[in-house]
């Protein structure tokens, strides 16, 4: 599905050390890592989005269709709800049944300054999927919500990641109960210049839970 080669500087990054993965039909993998590791630099690479990284260190995107899930909710915020998953080719009778599937029925008509963060960043996850995404992308998608809306948004997300069980997710994420959750695999980025230092499977949230304990110890011992 997805095949990425990077080769540190020599694929025009200098954020990025050498990354070698490969993304299937239905991986669900959680991106965890220190703050400032290059995360998003690594989704951005993923999507297309960094112009400085070679052609040839992702392989297969131009064959995808990739919804993604930014930290800002990015709606246009002239344009009803309605009318922003309709630019991303959502018909009415769609654009209504997918703010139904992210918990936001009867809101078509409304502005996205007109919502709260928690109910925009949903809009947004609605957005991802008008496109019909063979990989959805979420860049922190919990971040500066209360408890409360992280648990519903989590089990929105959890539950249409059942709806498509061919669907690739890499998700973004500072918390190893996100892991636990949501996925399937854990990616650890981690260094200067950043290299994944763990690609392995989720097993259970015991297991996901000392994993992550010792990789912090890890890269705090570095």
Not at 47 to 59: F, K, R
């Amino acid at each position: 599905m997805l095949e990425i080669r990077i080769r540190g500087e020599a694929s025009g990054h200098s954020i990025l050390g050498d990354i070698q993965a490969s993304v299937a039909p239905g991986d669900r993998i959680c991106l965890l890592g220190p703050s400032g590791t290059g995360k998003t630099t690594l989704l951005n690479a993923i999507a297309g989005l960094d112009h400085s990284m070679a052609e040839e260190s992702i392989l297969g995107r131009d064959r995808l269709r990739v919804g993604y899930l930014f930290q800002e909710h990015r709606l246009l915020p002239w344009r009803t709800l309605n009318a922003n998953l309709k630019l991303a080719g959502a018909s009415e009778r769609e654009a209504e049944r997918l703010l139904s599937q992210v918990g936001l029925s009867g809101y078509g008509h409304y502005l996205p300054d007109q919502l709260s963060l928690g109910m925009a960043r949903r809009a947004a996850l609605a957005r991802c999927l008008a496109v019909k995404p063979d990989l959805l992308l979420l860049d922190e998608p919990f971040a500066s919500l209360d408890p409360v809306i992280v648990g519903e948004l989590k089990a929105r997300i959890s539950a249409i990641l059942s709806d498509r069980p061919g669907m690739a997710m890499i998700c973004v994420t500072h918390d190893g109960n996100d892991a636990a959750a949501l996925a399937n695999r854990l990616w650890y980025l981690e260094g200067r210049p950043a290299r994944l230092r763990w690609d392995g499977a989720v097993h259970s949230p015991a297991s996901t839970s000392a994993l992550m304990s010792r990789l912090r110890g890890v890269a705090k011992a570095v």
